[in-house]
């Protein structure tokens, strides 16, 4: 194996496969890793400055199932934000743990949940808590004080785990907030292709510190990735850390060269608001503004792809998201700056918005997630779910955090919410059309 010998004439994968090998001779096992993989690993580990490091071929998805499994069994309770990404919660489903949650601060200017406050962290803990996680940075760019939160939950011996998927750069370089393994979380998990130069599903999980169980974290990441880890995305993973070990001055240079030349050229507008870095620390992300004007972030987003070839990374109600890293063009972004100034002049003020905000995430829980989710279940109209006990998941993605979980009772408020974002188009997951009436599925 593989079939193709490394001999496909396709010239799309002629030179992928040529480094797309197997677990052959020399060339180690990453889930018994002894050799060259091994070796890659602990570059890794040096680089990001953890006690172990281990490659992900599945993505931060299988370090968030890997890690919450390593430390919680059935029953067991995580200290979790209501916003986070959906991959706790199929974890939850899977280890049958419960979810006690807490809520991030909202922004009610700009319509975004922003960083963590210890205090919450602090004031949620009791004795039935088995691990804390956290997401930060968030989606939009804003970090939390992870070390703040590192030493409440340390206190009562309790593990922090920090899903900084979006901050796999973090901690490299002057101006760029400083990661989560620096401040003392207790597992970190990264993608490093969403801002790095990896492929699409390449990931890295760090763990430190004695109150996580490594030989059952292996087993675990062992257990959801894939018994035959492709060497493409493990040379593209060993390929980034060249990358940050030698190239990273110029990578994270032109980044901030970048991002300070977006914000001062689209200083002036009068309606469009590019987020400064008082708020958007992470310098990969810049978020869009068109709140209070005649335009939703869908429409901007879809603007800017059609008008003029800048494929964002999601849009929410008010705003639209873009990354951009040190690989980027400098046509790129001067074409993003244009836009946005060329945008600002034809939109006004008429324009309110139905926002997505906190209420929409304080649902009334009826029974475990895992109870819900294996339910009997019905399908009916959207519009006639007031009251009903959901089934399962509705998503808005990107980001993928949920609207409401399996277990969770639908109201008025949440049926609006949805109908809003299915009549503007947005990307929203869990409604099934029948003759284009939305349906969601609920406990019978």
Same mark, same amino acid.
């Given at each position: 194996?593989?079939?193709?010998?490394?001999?496909?004439?396709?010239?799309?994968?002629?030179?992928?496969?040529?480094?797309?090998?197997?677990?052959?001779?020399?060339?180690?096992?990453?889930?018994?890793?002894?050799?060259?993989?091994?070796?890659?690993?602990?570059?890794?580990?040096?680089?990001?400055?953890?006690?172990?490091?281990?490659?992900?071929?599945?993505?931060?998805?299988?370090?968030?199932?890997?890690?919450?499994?390593?430390?919680?069994?059935?029953?067991?309770?995580?200290?979790?934000?209501?916003?986070?990404?959906?991959?706790?919660?199929?974890?939850?489903?899977?280890?049958?743990?419960?979810?006690?949650?807490?809520?991030?601060?909202?922004?009610?200017?700009?319509?975004?949940?922003?960083? $963590?406050?210890?205090?919450?962290?602090?004031?949620?803990?009791?004795?039935?808590?088995?691990?804390? @996680?956290?997401?930060?940075?968030?989606?939009?760019?804003?970090?939390?004080?992870?070390?703040?939160?590192?030493?409440?939950?340390?206190?009562?011996?309790?593990?922090?785990?920090?899903?900084?998927?979006?901050?796999?750069?973090?901690?490299?370089?002057?101006?760029?907030?400083?990661?989560?393994?620096?401040?003392?979380?207790?597992?970190?998990?990264?993608?490093?292709?969403?801002?790095?130069?990896?492929?699409?599903?390449?990931?890295?999980?760090?763990?430190?510190?004695?109150?996580?169980?490594?030989?059952?974290?292996?087993? @675990?990441?062992?257990?959801?990735?894939?018994?035959?880890?492709?060497?493409? @995305?493990?040379?593209?993973?060993?390929?980034?850390?060249?990358?940050?070990?030698?190239?990273?001055?110029?990578?994270?240079?032109?980044?901030?060269?970048?991002?300070?030349?977006?914000?001062?050229?689209?200083?002036?507008?009068?309606?469009?608001?590019?987020?400064?870095?008082?708020?958007?620390?992470?310098?990969?992300?810049?978020?869009?503004?068109?709140?209070?004007?005649?335009?939703?972030?869908?429409?901007?987003?879809?603007?800017?792809?059609?008008?003029?070839?800048?494929?964002?990374?999601?849009?929410?109600?008010?705003?639209?998201?873009?990354?951009?890293?040190?690989?980027?063009?400098?046509?790129?972004?001067?074409?993003?700056?244009?836009?946005?100034?060329?945008?600002?002049?034809?939109?006004?003020?008429?324009?309110?918005?139905?926002?997505?905000?906190?209420?929409?995430?304080?649902?009334? $829980?009826?029974?475990?997630?895992?109870?819900?989710?294996?339910?009997?279940?019905?399908?009916?109209?959207?519009?006639?779910?007031?009251?009903?006990?959901?089934?399962?998941?509705?998503?808005?993605?990107?980001?993928?955090?949920?609207?409401?979980?399996?277990?969770?009772?639908?109201?008025?408020?949440?049926?609006?919410?949805?109908?809003?974002?299915?009549?503007?188009?947005?990307?929203?997951?869990?409604?099934? @059309?029948?003759?284009?009436?939305?349906?969601?599925?609920?406990?019978?």
């Amino acid at each position: 194996m593989p079939g193709h010998k490394r001999n496909a004439n396709d010239d799309v994968l002629k030179d992928i496969c040529k480094i797309d090998i197997t677990e052959i001779d020399d060339f180690d096992n990453l889930h018994m890793a002894e050799g060259i993989l091994a070796r890659a690993q602990e570059r890794a580990n040096m680089l990001y400055g953890s006690a172990e490091t281990f490659f992900l071929v599945n993505g931060s998805t299988s370090g968030i199932l890997s890690a919450i499994s390593a430390v919680a069994d059935e029953g067991d309770c995580i200290l979790t934000a209501r916003n986070c990404h959906k991959s706790l919660y199929n974890v939850a489903y899977l280890r049958k743990t419960n979810l006690k949650y807490y809520y991030p601060e909202y922004n009610e200017e700009y319509d975004m949940y922003g960083q $963590v406050n210890p205090d919450t962290i602090e004031k949620a803990l009791d004795s039935s808590i088995k691990a804390v @996680f956290i997401t930060s940075p968030t989606y939009e760019g804003i970090p939390s004080d992870i070390a703040k939160i590192a030493e409440i939950a340390h206190k009562r011996n309790i593990p922090l785990i920090v899903d900084e998927a979006h901050g796999a750069h973090f901690g490299f370089y002057d101006d760029i907030p400083d990661s989560a393994i620096h401040q003392g979380a207790d597992i970190v998990i990264h993608s490093v292709h969403k801002t790095l130069p990896s492929l699409t599903q390449t990931a890295l999980l760090h763990v430190q510190g004695n109150l996580v169980n490594r030989e059952l974290l292996k087993r @675990f990441l062992r257990i959801y990735q894939s018994s035959s880890p492709s060497y493409v @995305f493990m040379a593209s993973i060993d390929s980034c850390m060249d990358y940050l070990e030698q190239s990273r001055d110029i990578l994270f240079g032109k980044l901030l060269e970048y991002k300070r030349e977006i914000l001062k050229k689209t200083s002036n507008t009068s309606h469009i608001r590019v987020l400064n870095d008082n708020l958007i620390k992470d310098p990969c992300k810049v978020v869009i503004s068109v709140k209070n004007t005649s335009m939703t972030g869908q429409k901007l987003y879809d603007i800017l792809r059609e008008d003029y070839a800048l494929q964002l990374e999601m849009a929410a109600d008010t705003y639209g998201l873009a990354i951009i890293t040190g690989l980027d063009t400098k046509d790129g972004i001067e074409r993003l700056i244009n836009a946005i100034n060329e945008i600002d002049l034809k939109i006004d003020t008429a324009y309110k918005s139905d926002i997505f905000d906190s209420k929409c995430l304080t649902n009334k $829980v009826e029974m475990p997630l895992y109870k819900a989710w294996d339910s009997k279940s019905e399908k009916i109209e959207l519009s006639k779910a007031d009251g009903r006990c959901m089934a399962d998941f509705i998503n808005l993605y990107p980001p993928g955090i949920p609207i409401i979980v399996p277990g969770e009772i639908i109201n008025g408020d949440l049926i609006n919410c949805i109908e809003s974002y299915i009549n503007k188009k947005m990307n929203i997951q869990g409604i099934e @059309f029948i003759n284009k009436i939305p349906y969601i599925n609920v406990v019978v």
